[in-house]
């Protein structure tokens, strides 16, 4: 089955910085890819996806990057806000009958 | 639109004791899953559903069932309850499977004493 992990664990950065979190994927056929950041006592909730016929995508002070051939993807997080303070977690997947695998997550901290 | 909803969301449970959490959609989304979320660790799969009608097993279903009871429906059963169930776990819905946005319930925070 798919595997997926992520790096770094932990991320503290200070405020207005970029921070950086990268994923690795096993299986080759995966090809939806989303990114998730979950608050303190909340539920996961999406921020940003990339599909595998993309190479990168935008949104605002987020980005992410595919890389098909060495299957692995990164979120790019630019002008750090305290309120970025979250878990983040990575997910590969494949198919309409598919799920998610799910990387163990990124603890990003901003300090002010 | 509620989204998913599950309840309770919070349960003390005895070792043994068996309990059913319920899970339901309003999104009519075809797929449904049940995740465990432990310290430290990612979201795990218990069990899915791709569509009505089907169940499969996820990464870590041993000591689970699961029932998908209707399209909105999909329900998570301890049959006996041990404390390595202790954990918290969420219900997600998604429209296409794994192609797309997986929409998460609250959660539920499940103590096994």
């Known amino acids: 089955g798919e595997n997926v992990e992520q790096h770094p664990s932990t991320l503290s950065v200070q405020e207005g910085d970029s921070a950086v979190i990268k994923c690795t994927y096993s299986d080759s056929a995966s090809n939806y890819f989303p990114w998730y950041k979950q608050e303190l006592g909340k539920r996961p909730q999406l921020i940003i996806d990339?599909?595998?016929?993309?190479g990168e995508k935008k949104d605002q002070r987020i980005a992410v990057t595919l890389n098909k051939t060495a299957k692995h993807f990164s979120l790019h997080i630019t002008e750090t806000q305290p309120e970025d303070s979250a878990v983040y977690f990575c997910a590969a997947s494949k198919g309409t009958a598919g799920k998610s695998t799910f990387g163990d997550g990124t603890t990003l901290t901003v300090k002010p | 639109n509620a989204g998913v909803t599950q309840t309770p969301k919070f349960q003390v449970l005895k070792t043994g004791q068996s309990m059913t959490l319920q899970c339901a959609q309003d999104?009519?989304?075809?797929?449904m899953y049940w995740y465990r979320q432990d310290p430290g660790m990612g979201l795990r799969l218990i069990y899915y559903s791709a569509s009505e009608g089907t169940t499969d097993k996820g990464e870590v279903p041993n000591g689970y069932n699961v029932s998908r009871l209707n399209k909105r429906e999909f329900s998570l059963r301890l049959e006996s309850a041990a404390p390595s169930q202790t954990s918290v776990y969420f219900c997600?819905?998604?429209?296409?499977?794994?192609?797309?946005?997986?929409?998460f319930g609250q959660g539920t925070r499940l103590t096994v004493v």
């Open positions: 997600a819905s998604s429209s296409q499977g794994g192609n797309t946005e997986a929409f």
């Open positions: 990339i599909r595998s016929n993309v």
């Open positions: 999104m009519n989304h075809n797929s």
